[in-house]
């Protein structure tokens, strides 16, 4: 049921007169669960909603007819015992004009779902036909069937070939996430305390409040040819960019954090008794891992865009290598696998993270 | 609940009434840093082991600042506060604060929020659950201990606030609006119970309202300040009208000549009639 017809239904109940109800046009009291609800089924018919003229009011479908014997019942109710009717159906009541008045056959996140999975498919299909009617060579776009077909011969042998470059689809992420979640990690292991060191010590944040700024505005391709020259070409300099690229935007959510706790809040656990050390264990620390989960969640994001870059030089095996690699040998078909497969990644990486803030901060927003 | 505030309060009380709880303000010059505008010039003020002073006066005036200064929040920049004998040098456990807004703590439950001053004190657990049932109990939250602080109202959460207050066993308790944001109602409910309470632990109350009505009605003691700079325009001892009584009787309390005479006289030093709510 679209919103429309529930906002139409919705302002009848309290604005309409008998008469209204007379003509048996509208229904009782708005007696309906809010769209999460209990199934409508199960009300009571002499307290339930009246239905009869639901659906010539709004976009009249199937589910009116399966109401009519509730109409006659929720008239009733209306007419005759508020009161009850009230008691019996409180939490819809409560709902009241905004509430939903129908429960949706449908549920709006398979709808939602059902739009988007539509949406991704025409997108296919487009490409698709560019690609076949090959205004540009395959060479330059590929075609998703070509893609998809790269799927299968880098999660396997092809031709005695083992995945690509001699590793599995799977292995380059792999070692992506692994350098991904070192840098990323020690960025979090370094970047809480330090930024909790900088908001309290305020001459440490003169120093180095400055340094971190500059840091963070610089493009991590910037420096990472002085890493190259420092760390060589193994994995060190990669884990090394990762961590610069997710280090300032944590320390950074950190200390502003800190210090934007309420005093009230130090108070009111001082006034408990708490020395100062245990005032930032009990209430700092609490009160900033909502800005701090969110620091982390930037910076694993800035860190993963870092990530094909960091992974140009020698980034075989590596998601990021797999791709550059491929662009050598102008393999459009694997950089666009890639591309899908880092993007599908990034996604699921950050909706871990927001799970994780969810289970962690459950007050947020409170 | 008037047995079982008897029962809590008792329970946690191991000093005798009337023998701690003393405030002494001398000479306080406070402003926040800001010397040519002090928020308190010269205050003096001595409030005995006991006392339920309500500080009245309009906003500005520096009612919330001197109850910082007493809870150790704030220092003065001249003069001195002492808490039964002691310079007020930090904020501790013996002067229990209760915010406007309920302040309490949303990663902690409703029983983790009235533990964690016992706990931070190094009260074993099965103490810390011991107190935090029968206080929690006494503020009528005995249902809603695991309760999340967002899950309650605001006239719960004040009541969560109190309970943790009274936690540390505090021989002070300071009051900042507490009941300011809660609806009539709950307000009224409220009083009569923190009143209960300071009946049953005999804590010395300070207590700061915008009310006059409540000023009077709590109060053993109304103190009507006046701003730019703060200082004590009234100091009224008024013997308790709520307290004696119980608050069966609000009503006839509010209609009574000695009570409305108080008001006027309140309202009057005030000088801003009108404004008052109720």
């Known amino acids: ?366 | 609940m008037s047995p079982s505030v008897k029962e809590a309060v008792g329970a946690g009380t191991s000093r005798g009434p009337g023998t701690v709880g003393r405030i002494s303000l001398a000479g306080i010059v406070h402003s926040y840093g800001r010397e040519d505008a002090p928020v308190i010039d010269g205050l003096s003020l001595a409030i005995e082991p006991g006392e339920f002073v309500c500080l009245v006066g309009p906003s500005g005036c520096g009612k919330t600042t001197l109850l910082k200064l007493i809870a150790g929040f704030e220092f003065p920049e001249g003069g001195q506060v002492v808490v039964d004998g002691a310079t007020v040098d930090r904020p501790g456990g013996d002067r229990a604060v209760v915010f406007q807004h309920s302040n309490l703590f949303p990663w902690l439950s409703v029983r983790g929020n009235v533990e964690l001053g016992p706990k931070l004190a190094g009260t074993g657990r099965a103490e810390r659950r011991e107190i935090s049932d029968r206080l929690l109990e006494m503020v009528g939250l005995g249902d809603a201990a695991e309760k999340k602080i967002w899950e309650l109202s605001g006239g719960m959460q004040q009541r969560c606030s109190i309970a943790r207050a009274l936690a540390t066993d505090p021989s002070i308790i300071l009051m900042d609006e507490p009941f300011g944001a809660l609806d009539a109602i709950t307000r009224e409910r409220l009083q009569d119970e923190i009143l209960e309470i300071w009946r049953e632990s005999r804590s010395t109350i300070v207590f700061v309202t915008h009310g006059v009505d409540e000023a009077l009605y709590l109060g053993t003691r109304v103190v009507v300040m006046g701003g730019q700079p703060g200082r004590i325009l009234l100091d009224l001892p008024i013997g308790s009208f709520g307290a004696e009584t119980g608050g069966d009787v609000r009503r006839s309390i509010r209609d009574s000549t000695a009570f409305l005479d108080l008001k006027r006289k309140v309202r009057d030093t005030i000088g801003n009639p009108g404004k008052e709510e109720d």
Request: charged share 15%; hydrophobic share 45%.
């Open chain 1, 1 to 366: 049921m679209s919103s429309n017809s529930i906002k139409i239904d919705g302002k009848l109940p309290g604005q309409d007169t008998p008469a209204t109800v007379a003509t048996g046009a509208t229904a009782g009291p708005q007696a309906f669960p809010s769209p999460g609800g209990p199934a409508r089924n199960d009300t009571p018919a002499g307290t339930g909603p009246g239905r009869v003229g639901q659906g010539d009011l709004s976009l009249g479908d199937a589910e009116v007819d399966g109401r009519g014997g509730q109409g006659i019942g929720g008239r009733e109710a209306f007419e005759a015992t508020p009161p009850a009717a009230d008691a019996a159906t409180e939490p819809s009541v409560k709902a009241g004009p905004t509430g939903t008045r129908r429960k949706p056959r449908v549920p709006r996140w398979a709808k939602q779902a059902a739009v988007q999975l539509s949406a991704i498919a025409v997108l296919i299909g487009i490409w698709w036909a560019i690609a076949a009617a090959e205004i540009w060579p395959p060479l330059l776009l590929p075609g998703p069937q070509d893609v998809f077909h790269q799927l299968f011969v880098i999660t396997g042998y092809h031709d005695g070939i083992r995945g690509y470059s001699n590793y599995f689809l799977q292995e380059h992420l792999w070692h992506s996430m692994s350098r991904l979640f070192q840098g990323a990690g020690y960025a979090i292991l370094l970047g809480v305390p330090i930024g909790i060191l900088l908001a309290v010590v305020t001459p440490l944040r003169w120093i180095f409040g400055p340094a971190i700024d500059f840091l963070r505005n610089l493009p991590p391709l910037a420096y990472f040819s002085l890493l190259v020259i420092w760390f060589g070409i193994d994995d060190t300099p990669k884990v090394t960019l990762l961590f610069l690229a997710a280090f300032p935007p944590i320390v950074i959510a950190t200390a502003d954090a800190v210090r934007s706790v309420p005093a009230d809040r130090i108070n009111a656990v001082r006034m408990l008794g708490a020395n100062r050390f245990q005032s930032i264990l009990h209430v700092t620390v609490p009160s900033v891992l909502p800005e701090v989960m969110t620091g982390i969640r930037l910076a694993v994001g800035i860190s993963f865009t870092t990530i094909v870059a960091a992974e140009t030089i020698n980034g075989v095996p590596g998601i990021g290598g797999m791709v550059s690699d491929a662009q050598r040998f102008n393999a459009t078909d694997v950089v666009m696998l890639g591309i899908i497969v880092i993007g599908i990644c990034g996604l699921a990486i950050d909706g871990l993270i927001r799970l994780t803030d969810r289970l962690l901060v459950p007050w947020r927003g409170h």
